[in-house]
């Protein structure tokens, strides 16, 4: 049985929070973040939306895209970091706002790579046929954790969400190797110290630009298939020279990079959803092409995805 993705949604917070709207709070500017990191822009969610807002909005529009009726899912489940309380799960209160009677409902948490992660908990659900449609969301509002008095760490994050419904597809489509993974002798290196992200942000670098690499490279090599076979390379959106040295170690050319970082930041957990919708509306993401998914976390986790995209 072969397992995919049916149909993708998103929400983006309307307010955009530019680097030159943050040299104004703090002492930092457009030029360090952007050769630094590659962001120039990211999006916040106001007062009145929390996580499972962006979460209950994008879960509306996969579902859609996918053709399903909230009460064919089976199981959902929302990877974040940000969730409006420590319980119920905002799984749970998308179930409810949904209507999705019939599905179980759990938050699954595995920092920035918890969409990886969800994503290959469903398939193993759906591949032994005990579900069928499953939603997998990642969601996160990180600027209620953001300390706004750290330029280190204030100016990487944004706010979003990307959903997808996962289900079976034809012979060949869908899923074609997996890789996850943890190392929690790293769990000081990124967490959360009270209510704010705390992080030795070398030691992360490092540890990404190793991870991402050798992840991406053990997907390709599980699925039989070599670089050449890669159309597009999706990784976590953290920073742009994490992500280009991915793309290196890999061998692959310039333009099989997709890029979302510049314009949301780093969304955590929803990072690769919302890269993987852009994607597609941009037509980067065509019937058989294979596409390599490669996140990185707190934990620290990783995992990586080897995927033939198509129903
Ligand atoms: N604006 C201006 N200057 C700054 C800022 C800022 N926002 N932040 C730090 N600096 C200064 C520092 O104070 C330091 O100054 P000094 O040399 O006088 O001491 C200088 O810039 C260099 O700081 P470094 O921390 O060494 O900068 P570096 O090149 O390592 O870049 C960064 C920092 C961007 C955080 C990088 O280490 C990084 O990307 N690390 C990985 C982070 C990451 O991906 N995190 C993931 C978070 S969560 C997740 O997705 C799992």
């Not at 929070?17 to 360090?32: I, P, V």
């Not at 012979?171 to 002798?185: M, N, P, V, Y």
């Not at 998914?293 to 129903?311: D, H, P, Q, S």
């Amino acid at each position: 049985m072969s397992v995919g993705i049916l149909g993708i949604g998103r929400y983006v917070p309307d307010r955009v929070l530019t680097n030159f709207d943050l040299e104004k709070m703090m002492d930092t500017s457009d030029e360090w973040i952007r050769t630094r990191t590659g962001i120039e822009e990211r999006r916040i969610a106001d007062d009145n939306t929390d996580t499972s807002d962006m979460a209950y909005h994008a879960s509306v529009e996969a579902l859609e895209d996918a053709g399903l009726s909230a009460e064919d899912i089976d199981l959902i489940i929302v990877a974040t970091v940000t969730p409006d309380m420590a319980f119920p799960s905002v799984a749970c209160l998308i179930q409810d706002r949904l209507g999705a009677k019939r599905a179980a409902a759990m938050d699954l948490g595995a920092a920035c790579a918890g969409f990886m992660y969800g994503m290959i908990v469903a398939q193993q659900f759906i591949e032994n046929k005990v579900y069928k449609n499953i939603l997998v969301v990642g969601s996160e509002k990180l600027s209620k954790i953001t300390n706004w008095e750290d330029r280190s760490t204030a100016v990487l994050f944004g706010d979003g969400a990307g959903a997808v419904v996962m289900g079976p597809v034809s012979e060949g489509k869908g899923i074609l190797s997996f890789e996850l993974g943890a190392d929690g002798s790293g769990a000081k290196d990124l967490y959360q110290d009270g209510p704010y992200i705390a992080m030795n942000g070398r030691e992360v670098f490092k540890f990404a630009v190793r991870q991402m690499g050798e992840s991406a490279v053990n997907v390709i090599n599980k699925a039989g298939l070599t670089k050449d076979d890669i159309d597009l390379l999706i990784p976590h959106q953290a920073n742009i020279r994490i992500m280009e040295a991915s793309r290196e170690r890999l061998g692959l050319e310039e333009d099989k990079l997709y890029k979302t970082v510049h314009k949301y930041g780093n969304t955590s957990s929803s990072s690769i959803p919302l890269a993987l919708y852009d994607a597609r509306k941009e037509g980067k993401m065509k019937d058989g092409d294979v596409v390599v998914l490669v996140g990185f976390g707190g934990g620290l986790t990783w995992g990586a995805v080897a995927l033939r995209w198509g129903k």
